[in-house]
């Protein structure tokens, strides 16, 4: 991805979660050329990468909000 690591993405983590969870239920209901199977494919190493950052950002807040920054 192209962002900075603090950059915010515009796309919410409910979002990118249903678009990866409709590439996969494309992917394996099939029927799909190579190129198309290719270009979901990538898209869905996008979204799923995506999904991770606003993971990894919730994580980070709640550790900041969490006495001794760990969360619980």
Known sequence: ???????????????????????????????????????LWERGEQLAELCQHWLDRARERLAQATPGGQPE
């Not at 900075?4 to 990118?16: G, L, S």
């Open 1 to 39: 991805m192209s962002e900075e690591p603090d950059e915010q993405p515009t796309t919410t983590y409910e979002q990118a979660r249903e678009e990866l969870a409709d590439v996969v239920r494309r992917l394996e209901a099939g029927g799909l050329t190579l190129e198309e199977s290719l270009g």
